[in-house]
Antibody
Framework: QITLKESGPTLVKPTQTLTLTCTFS??????????VGWIRQPPGKALEWLAL???????RYSPSLKSRLTITKDTSKNQVVLTMTNMDPVDTATYYC???????????????????WGQGTTVTVSS | SYVLTQPPSVSLAPGQTARITCGGE??????VHWYQQKPGQAPVLVVY???DRPSGIPERFSGSNSRNTATLTISGVEAGDEANYYC???????????FGTGTNVIVL
């Protein structure tokens, strides 16, 4: 059974750096094709994809947030960490991590959806 | 950038069929995933790769995708289906996942 759980601060001040950790079980990030992604959702608004990291350390970022985001993995700890710099009140949201996968055949890449999600963690940006 | 447009809401009575659209330029050539999100809960994948269902998802949920519109169909809608639904695709041009604007399904 795959499970994921997000952890991190519930309150950060503007301009600070947010660090979120996703701790997972039921799969390994050293298995070919496996990935973990981050998604956020401001209160009352739609989902927004942020970043993805794959078993081979390949990383994908939202172009609009790329300069502020860093995603890393610790395979031995079954953790994925997302850092977001220069936090602003508009970054107030629930942040989710989720299991995903990719299939590669030559130059063709198939990106699977997010099939298992964590419960989410709420982050408020306020002074 | 690639945009996915969904109707804000769909209202229907129990037993009716809900059709939730997701519009995007040439979306028919992309693989579409659909998520259900109930209030206060994390999203759940209900359809992947246009028309496949994960294990545990009722057969009432089905999907289709053609030309500029993908559709999630919920047959015989139940009160428990009341939720927000989001479509999602991978945009290879920008190298990112894109979510739709979301549709609130209201069961009267």
């Amino acid at each position: 059974q795959i499970t994921l759980k997000e952890s991190g601060p519930t309150l950060v001040k503007p301009t600070q750096t947010l660090t979120l950790t996703c701790t997972f079980s039921g799969f390994s990030l050293s298995t070919s094709g496996v990935g973990v992604g981050w998604i956020r959702q401001p209160p009352g608004k739609a989902l927004e994809w942020l970043a993805l990291i794959y078993w081979n350390d390949d990383k994908r970022y939202s172009p609009s947030l790329k300069s502020r985001l860093t995603i890393t993995k610790d395979t031995s700890k079954n953790q994925v960490v997302l850092t977001m710099t220069n936090m602003d009140p508009v970054d107030t949201a629930t942040y989710y991590c989720a299991h995903s996968a990719i299939a590669v055949a030559g130059t063709f890449h198939y990106y699977y959806g997010m099939d298992v999600w964590g419960q989410g963690t709420t982050v408020t940006v306020s002074s | 950038s690639y945009v996915l447009t969904q109707p804000p809401s769909v209202s229907l009575a129990p037993g009716q069929t809900a059709r939730i659209t997701c519009g995007g330029e040439n979306i028919g050539i992309r693989s579409v995933h659909w998520y259900q999100q109930k209030p206060g809960q994390a999203p759940v994948l209900v359809v992947y790769d246009d028309d496949d269902r994960p294990s545990g998802i009722p057969e009432r949920f089905s999907g289709s995708n053609s030309r500029n519109t993908a559709t999630l169909t919920i047959s015989g809608v139940e009160a428990g289906d009341e939720a927000n639904y989001y479509c999602q695709v991978w945009d290879g041009n920008s190298g990112r996942f894109v979510f739709g604007t979301g549709t609130n399904v209201i069961v009267l």
